[in-house]
Structure formats: C-alpha cells, structure tokens
C-alpha cells in the first residue's frame, strides 16, 4: 500500500499547489472549488490508505529487496462472464425512460432492476459457478 499512498499523496500536493494558482490566473470561482475538492479527495483517500496500511501485512510489493517469486500465489476470485450487469443496465434504462413516459414504466423498471439487481448478487449461489 505504500506506492499508492504516495501516488495519491503526489497528487494532494499538486492540486493543493494548482488551486490557488489558478483561482489568481482566473478568477473563476467554479474551477477553483472543483480544484479544492479534488485536494480534498485525495487527502481522504490518503488517509484511508494510510490506514489500511498499517494494518495489512507487508506486501512484496512495499519491500525493495522482493523477488518476482515472493508475489506468486492466489490473488483472489474473478468470475466469469455474466448477464446480470446488462440487465441491470436495462432496467435503469426502463427506470429512466419511465420518468420520462409515465409512472407506470417507472414502476415497472424498478421491479425489473430489484430482480436484477437479485440475480447479480445471488449467481454464485446457484447454477454453474454455484461455490
């Protein structure tokens, strides 16, 4: 965690430099505020890397004496393909639709999007990929 925590610290530091600089450049009020908070973002994700940093354990990644080796092993789960997120993608588009056409469609996109949306967080549960 160390090499993001200094990345993300990099860009605090430049976006706490490049506010100030350009709210006197330009005088816009808009850009500066978006400037300001982006600072503040990273300041925040900072700090939360900061955190987790201390409690992790170390990673080959954070030592400069590691090998390729000390990094070899199981990284985690990645699923194969899905549905489920076009689905869901279809159903805000139903949800947003309805909106604009009437309630009715609205309300229809809403119980499609709770069954997707079911159907994502359940697929391993279930069929093929069941764990």
């Known amino acids: 965690m160390k090499a993001e925590l200094w990345t993300i610290v990099g860009c605090f530091v430049f976006f706490v430099i490049i506010a100030p600089i350009y709210w006197v450049l330009t005088s816009d009020p808009t850009g500066s505020v978006a400037l300001a908070m982006t600072a503040l973002l990273c300041a925040l994700v900072s ?3 900061a955190v987790v940093s ?3 354990p170390e990673r080959p ?3 400069k ?3 390729i080796i000390d990094g070899a092993g199981e990284l985690g789960f990645f699923p194969a393909s ?3 997120p076009l689905y869901s993608a279809a159903s805000a588009a139903v949800v947003v639709l309805g909106i604009v056409f009437g309630w009715w469609l609205f ?3 809403v119980g499609l999007g709770a069954m997707s949306v079911v159907g ?3 697929e ?3 069929g093929v990929h069941k764990h």
């Open 54 to 56: 201390k409690q992790i």
């Open 47 to 49: 700090f939360y890397l």
């Open 107 to 109: 309300i229809i996109g």
């Open 65 to 67: 004496d590691a090998e």
């Open 124 to 126: 391993f549960y279930r």
């Open 61 to 63: 990644e954070d030592r």
């Open 82 to 84: 899905s549905w489920w």
């Open 120 to 122: 994502w967080v359940f």
